[in-house]
């Protein structure tokens, strides 16, 4: 277990670079694997049942290339890397031979989605007839496949085949054993979902070995607490063994205090209140909703099972407020953050769809995120740390919009689901970093053979078992009048292939999908319209639009407005920073920065906006709990093109914007402020703004905190610029609050800081000895991160004892 969620924390460190590298391939071009096979073979993709691997060549051209599952969109042809003992291609197929095509025709498409509906053909008849080039030479080479039959209208409802394929799955799965966590746990939810009464046993004394005892909600592990509760709850509802209750109410009830203020979770849990009280902010490294998703699931499910206390509703009714929010605007974001500008976010859409569909009371919501499941089809090979959990969530969000929402989502993926399945009945994990192929030997997510991660087997087995309706997330309890309607389902495939549509499409078919269910749709519609080359002749139409009676209507005539860049649109766009629709500000914020110098007659207004929708942060406004719509603006203002034009800015108007903004809940709005604080305020702008500076650096945003030390260094930067003594001890304070994320670097950046003072900052030193003696110890920190963080003040020590000048020296008092 702490392997694992070591590699989730690196993830964590790492997200930039790990970004670069997936982006990074050793081709650029398809190369012809007939000429030469000389490619880097570490990481190829499963074959289907045929026991064969194979690499091909991916690279998206784009960044919606790579979200919208077509990596390999330009490969034309299969390099073998691998043929498994007796598997129907043993003796048939040899390594480095090169598939060129199937059933008779070379490939003219994406060879890796070509090969694998040639696999679902195939399965209807048991033949499967592969083009190949060995050696010189190209013949045709017959492999006999098991007769699975067709995939029904209605698949997995009512199918045949995949009845079939879930008995082989469940087979493998009950050789598995069941880790003692959170991957064992989902192991436990596909053994409860489909299993007869021989698994029972197994599944009993696994339930019954989980004995949490008192658990502190101040250590909560979101990811191992969520997955295992919501495991004993289905074990518990579906089987009534009491045995388990006492560990359901530890979790459910240690989790609920362990929630943050706005729902959310950590990797762990929230800090305390400044009063010492439960529900504080999530610490850096920040929200992760990944797992609070489940771990809030996992709350709402341990009240299913009859667990009270004053934590449990307030916790549920937190977490449904905050991720409402993001109902018609995008899907559920990695943290406290902008709404995803996609159908799917590495299983989040469907997650969310299973955590509103199960309250049965927020059906709103859960039919808008089972919407956004099933049009997020296109979107399952991509999400940051990999693509397992949309495996895992996928079928089971969209089938919270019932079997015609389920099965409209398995027709998509049909390809992908016969391609990573093998021979024998299980199923691989294909995928790296953001998207990209898997390892011969990585056969679960994060994990190997061993089965020390998260088994794909078992992930496959809960899309197929979701007919059987075992479970509270597989649809035991849906309501049909909560399902979609055969429209819903039907506009939900086309919004899912709306990227690629859009450009067959007229403007007036463009200007009518202002108006659709989906903001992804809406914003691709705005971009496309815009590209077209009458867009200017459109403006005077697109403005009476942004000002008309239809939100969704407004929102995409804002973004078309934005990408067109006339000038024009600015006085518009100012007059809706102030809107009572809140997600039409930040659409028009966007669209003001999107202009850039256009905009520039219009800052004045801007600023004057930035200031008059400040908000308290208390109490929390769930119509815009992290205040995104000032956030936006924030951005614009002070990070956008206008940001040198502030240098001349009336500074009646600069100064409440920067106090507004330096007190957002947002800590990405208020990291906007870091460049003009460190490099554009004067002497006199630091003055009057000193006490602002001075809580920048003391008072932490409430939310996203990952993003929280950058308008820190940004004010701490700017007393130092001007030499005010007061920064002195600011340093050390903000130095000794680093921890997690990226603290090891930071600290030594506050450091030099400091040692630019001289001989001054010798009067800190007893401070900084006892902060070096801090970090040698640190807990819960990597040793090398804490070595290289102790190796930063034992070498400012050093220098500040050394020093023998110092600057002359300014006060901030009169």
Not at 19 to 27: E, F, N, T
Not at 72 to 78: C, D, E, L, P, V
Not at 628 to 652: H, I, N, Y
Request: net charge positive; hydrophobic share 40%; proline share 6%.
């Amino acid at each position: 277990m702490d392997n694992i969620l070591s590699k989730i924390f690196m993830t964590g460190w790492l997200i930039g670079l790990a970004g670069s590298l997936a982006a990074a391939k050793p081709v650029s071009e398809p190369p012809d694997l007939t000429r030469s096979n000389a490619v880097d073979r570490t990481r190829t993709y499963n074959l289907g049942p045929t026991g064969l691997r194979g690499w091909i060549f991916t690279a998206p051209e784009t960044y919606l290339d790579s979200v919208q599952g077509r990596t390999t969109a330009r490969s034309r042809q299969i390099l073998v890397t691998h043929v498994g003992t007796n598997s129907p291609a043993f003796g048939v197929v040899k390594v480095n031979d090169v598939i060129l095509g199937v059933d008779g025709e070379l490939f003219r498409d994406d060879a890796r989605k070509s090969f694998g509906r040639a696999i679902t053909e195939a399965e209807k008849t048991g033949v499967m007839r592969l083009t190949l080039f060995r050696a010189g030479t190209t013949n045709e080479a017959r492999l006999n496949l098991r007769v699975l039959g067709a995939y029904s209208a209605t698949a997995p409802y009512n199918c045949p085949k995949s009845k079939l394929i879930l008995a082989e799955a469940y087979r493998v799965l009950e050789k598995e054993p069941l880790q003692k966590n959170w991957c064992g746990a989902i192991s436990g939810l596909a053994l409860l979902a489909a299993g007869d009464s021989s698994v029972a046993p197994k599944v009993r004394d696994f339930a019954r070995s989980i004995q949490p005892g008192e658990l502190n909600p101040d250590k909560c592990n979101s990811w191992e607490w969520g997955y295992l509760n919501l495991f004993l709850c289905e074990y518990y509802l579906r089987t009534g063994d009491k045995e388990v209750l006492p560990a359901i109410r530890q979790y459910t009830v240690n989790l609920a205090r362990a929630q943050s203020l706005y729902g959310t979770f950590g990797h762990g849990g929230a800090g305390r209140t400044a009063a010492g009280g439960f529900h504080g902010s999530v610490p850096a490294y920040g929200p992760v909703n990944q797992a609070g998703l489940t771990a809030n699931l996992a709350i709402v499910m341990g009240k299913k099972c009859g667990i009270h206390d004053p934590e449990i509703d307030p916790a549920i009714e937190r977490a449904s407020r905050f991720f409402s929010y993001y109902v018609g605007k995008g899907t559920i974001p990695y943290g406290e953050h902008m709404p995803w500008p996609y159908h799917e976010n590495n299983g989040k859409s469907a997650m969310a769809a299973v955590f509103f569909g199960v309250q049965g009371d927020r059906v709103e919501a859960a039919r808008y995120f089972a919407k956004m499941a099933t049009a997020g089809y296109a979107n399952r090979e991509y999400g940051h740390t990999g693509q397992g959990f949309s495996y895992l969530w996928g079928v089971m969000g969209a089938n919270m919009g019932g079997p015609a929402a389920a099965a409209a989502f398995v027709k998509e993926a049909q390809w992908h689901l016969d391609l990573v399945r093998r021979c024998d009945g299980s199923f691989t994990y294909d995928g790296g970093e953001q998207y990209g192929p898997g390892q011969t030997d990585d056969n679960t997510y994060w994990g190997r053979s061993s089965y020390d991660g998260l088994s794909p087997t078992a992930c496959y087995v809960l899309s197929y078992a979701v007919p059987l309706r075992r479970l509270i997330i597989t649809g035991r309890d849906a309501r049909s009048a909560d399902w979609l309607s055969r429209q819903d389902v039907a506009e939900a495939i086309a919004s899912g292939r709306f990227d690629l549509d859009r450009k067959r499409k007229s403007v007036p078919e463009l200007l009518r999908a202002f108006n659709d269910w989906s903001p992804v749709v809406r914003g691709w519609a705005a971009e496309e319209l815009a590209a077209r080359p009458e867009a200017r002749t459109l403006v005077p139409e697109l403005l009476k639009l942004a000002e008309g009676p239809q939100p969704n209507v407004r929102q995409a005539a804002c973004e078309t407005l934005g990408n067109i860049k006339d000038p024009a649109a600015g006085p518009v766009l100012v007059r809706l920073l102030r809107h009572e629709d809140r997600w039409l500000r930040v659409k028009a914020g966007e669209a003001l920065k999107k202009m850039g110098d256009a905009a520039l007659p219009a800052l004045p207004e801007m600023l004057r906006a930035v200031a008059d929708t400040a908000e308290p942060l208390q109490p929390i406004s769930w119509s815009d709990p992290i205040q995104f719509a000032q956030g936006q603006l924030a951005e614009t203002v002070f990070a956008g093109p206008l940001k040198p034009s502030l240098a001349a800015a009336d500074r009646k108007l600069l100064y409440p914007a920067i106090r507004a903004v330096a007190k957002n809940a947002d800590g990405m709005a208020r990291a906007r402020l870091r460049d003009t604080f460190a490099n554009l305020l004067t002497e006199e702008d630091v003055r009057a703004l000193a006490p602002d500076l001075i809580a920048a650096i003391e008072e932490l945003a409430p939310a996203d905190l990952m993003f929280a030390n950058e308008i820190r260094m940004g004010a701490l930067q700017a007393l130092v610029k001007y030499r005010f003594r007061e920064a002195i001890p600011l340093c050390v304070k903000f130095a000794r609050t680093q921890s997690q994320h990226a603290s090891q670097e930071r600290t030594g950046v506050i450091l030099k800081l400091l040692e630019s003072y001289g001989v001054a900052a010798q009067k800190v030193l007893p401070e900084l000895r006892e902060f070096l003696e801090y970090c040698q110890t640190e807990p819960n920190f990597p040793e090398w991160a804490r070595k290289q963080k102790a190796a930063s003040v034992a070498a400012a020590i050093r220098s500040i004892e050394a020093a023998t000048e110092q600057p002359q020296l300014k006060s901030l008092s009169p």
